[in-house]
């Protein structure tokens, strides 16, 4: 596994959830998919890969005020751990997956480029492994609470502007832009900020 499926990404965000509301009540997977905005019938079906998970990732609780929670301190999960139960062995190539496999290529002996699909596989592998999902969690209030910041320091606007495409002008230097406004000739070419 290299690319992430919606498997992975919907599963980590759900550990997130739980990792954010840690020691609080049991979180029911209706409130996960509306916090989340994500399709419950799924998520229904990646918490049963994380409780199954050898060691457990998440328990249940059963009852009105069900649902759940993480089986242990989001500081002792990594990463690696969930990405793994949901996607499977780190894999950027077939012939550089994790653990014992049978050959696949008659060539995997004398590949040339067998060194760098390990190595991609070792690097994505060493990162999953060095990162919990406490720091995940939260990294993810701390750019959360930065963008409430920003939404209050720059108030969406009332009304809506809309340029049309034919005013948009581009100008003889690559990379810039000219949106003239009323009245206003071309001469005012701006370059695209870097």
Known sequence: MLRVST???????????LARHYGERPRSLTDISQAEMLPLAYLEQL????REAEP????STRGAHGGYRLSRDPAQITMGEIVRVLEG?????ICATEGEMAQVCGFLDA????YLWTKVRDVVAHTLDTMTLADLARESSREAAQAQGEQQAFPVATHNQFIALSDIHVGPISG???IPKDGESETGFRPLSK
């Open 89 to 93: 062995p780190i894999a950027p190539m």
């Open 7 to 17: 498997k992975g990404e919907y599963g980590v965000r759900i550990m997130v959830d």
């Open 47 to 50: 918490v049963k890969l994380l």
């Open 56 to 59: 457990p990732l998440v328990s």
């Open 176 to 178: 810039g832009y000219y």
């Open 111 to 114: 590949c040339k480029t067998k």
